[in-house]
């Protein structure tokens, strides 16, 4: 069975810095990967996703991904953070064949002014 | 705007007093599911529809049940609410190609 691990539970950083959170994957073949961002009282929003082709991908609200096959890893990116951007984010494995989505834990982003 | 709307966005019921949540899509997708999220947890798949096609998760307990008399709309229903059932309800909708889009939720309190 698949599985989605967030190592960060809690990170802060301040407003204009750059942000990386860890995303890690099992899956046996190759997998769809999202992310997913939810403010405080509300849904998810998509973010990005990978399904095949650039390892990598270009989101929403200048946020990117990497794919690395090769680390089993999914990690978002963001040049510049920006209070709006104080969020919970999550990293989800979908798989051929299964139409349900398997997340992680969730990062908690708190971005200091 | 081509949405998912959860209703009511808050409900407060009684212990053991059942209660129906709505969700319901204008994007027209094959797949609507229900998750269940507590306070800092991942969101829980509890179910899924596929048209008509009802698909269980396997941990779901019995006291959760769906419906699902359209395309466009989807019920959870809880026949006898828990305290532990307090969460946050999502309801999500795909074409079938895994990428899901949630709605906004709906907050379950318990008393």
């Known amino acids: 069975a698949q599985s989605v691990t967030q190592p960060d539970i809690h990170i802060t950083v301040s407003e204009g810095a750059s942000l990386e959170l860890r995303c890690n994957y099992s899956?046996?073949?190759?997998?769809?990967l999202f992310w997913y961002v939810q403010s405080p009282g509300q849904g998810l929003q998509l973010l990005l996703k990978y399904f095949s082709g650039d390892t990598l991908v270009q989101g929403i609200k200048g946020f990117e991904a990497e794919f690395k096959r090769s680390q089993s890893s999914f990690n978002l990116r963001k040049p510049s953070v920006h209070w709006s951007d104080a969020a919970e984010y999550f990293c989800a494995v979908g798989t051929t064949g299964r139409r349900a989505l398997t997340f992680g834990s969730g990062t908690r982003l708190q971005v200091q002014p | 705007d081509a949405m998912v709307i959860q209703n009511p966005r808050y409900q407060v019921t009684q212990f053991g007093k059942p209660v129906t949540l709505s969700c319901s899509q204008t994007?027209?997708?094959?797949?609507m599911y229900w998750y269940q999220q507590k306070s800092s947890q991942a969101p829980k798949l509890l179910f899924h529809?596929?048209?008509?096609?009802?698909?269980n998760e396997a941990d779901t307990p019995d006291n959760f049940q769906s419906r699902r008399p359209n395309t466009s709309f989807c019920f959870l229903d809880i026949r006898s609410p828990g305290l532990g059932d307090a969460a946050m309800y999502l309801c999500?909708?795909?074409?079938?190609?895994?990428?899901?889009?949630f709605g906004p939720g709906t907050r379950l309190t318990v008393l």
């Open positions: 999500a909708t795909s074409p079938g190609t895994d990428t899901q889009y």
């Open positions: 899956y046996g073949a190759t997998p769809y």
């Open positions: 529809y596929y048209d008509k096609d009802f698909n």
């Open positions: 994007l027209n997708h094959n797949v």
